[in-house]
């Protein structure tokens, strides 16, 4: 257990509305991730965050932003959802465990979005 | 940049049968290789991952994976499948230096016929 956290866990929205995805973590990671999951794409990445106030785009960032005003909290929103954002949202963080000579990413448990 | 293919999209295995889930990388730089499995409605979960030393690397529910450099390769294994392997395996690559992101294959969803 990574100590991460999404909310919500399944929201359904219509076209044009914004919405915004929360994922907490508790061990002071200072790297967290952001990912959309698809049929056929496997995972790609959105965005990521190396500290606070710290983000970079990653392979699929169009129609997303990102604040990490918190070290704990990593926010990712949509500014004006499209159906083309139904997919699953899944955040991650970056560890180093103890006697390891790299990181590993660990996921969150999803958050399931539908755009109507 | 690296990139990683699974052809399989699907493979269903009997139940108590070996199998294998097939992973090819491409990378010009030195790679980390992962093996995540995804139960249904779930997250993903390390299963697990190869970072230097030995070639064959052992990690839960029974599952190893081997790397093999000259053909670009890290193909998980099972010598014997239950009901509840039943899950979509991922395969993910990353660089060796630095702020080196995943980068996922499309997956494999391994069905156990009973």
């Known amino acids: 257990d990574a100590g991460i956290t999404q909310s919500p866990r399944h929201k359904v929205t219509e076209t044009g509305t914004p919405v915004t995805l929360r994922c907490h973590q508790t061990?002071?990671?200072?790297?967290m991730y952001w990912y959309r999951q698809d049929p056929g794409h496997g995972l790609r990445l959105i965005h990521y965050s190396y500290g606070v106030k710290d983000t970079d785009k990653g392979e699929v960032s169009d129609g997303y932003s990102v604040s990490r005003s918190k070290t704990e909290d990593f926010l990712l929103t949509l500014e004006s959802a499209t159906s083309s954002q139904t997919s699953v949202y899944f955040c991650?963080?970056?560890?180093?465990?103890?006697?390891?000579?790299?990181?590993?990413?660990?996921f969150g448990e999803g958050s399931w979005l539908t755009v109507v | 940049a690296q990139s990683v293919t699974q052809l399989d999209s699907q493979v269903p295995v009997f139940e108590e049968a070996p199998v294998e889930l097939r992973c090819n990388y491409s990378s010009s730089v030195s790679v980390y290789l992962f093996w995540y499995v995804q139960y249904p409605n779930q997250g993903l979960q390390l299963l697990l991952k190869?970072?230097?030393?030995?070639?064959l690397v052992k990690g839960i529910n029974g599952f190893e994976a081997e790397f093999n450099k000259s053909q670009t390769s890290f193909h998980l294994r099972k010598p014997s499948v239950h009901i509840s392997d039943t899950a979509e395996y991922f395969c993910?690559?990353?660089?060796?230096?630095?702020?080196?992101?995943?980068?996922f294959g499309t997956g494999t969803r391994l069905t156990i016929i009973p």
């Open positions: 061990e002071n990671h200072r790297y």
């Open positions: 993910a690559v990353s660089g060796t230096f630095g702020n080196e992101k995943l980068t």
């Open positions: 991650a963080i970056r560890d180093l465990p103890a006697g390891q000579i790299a990181n590993t990413i660990y």
């Open positions: 190869y970072l230097s030393g030995s070639t």
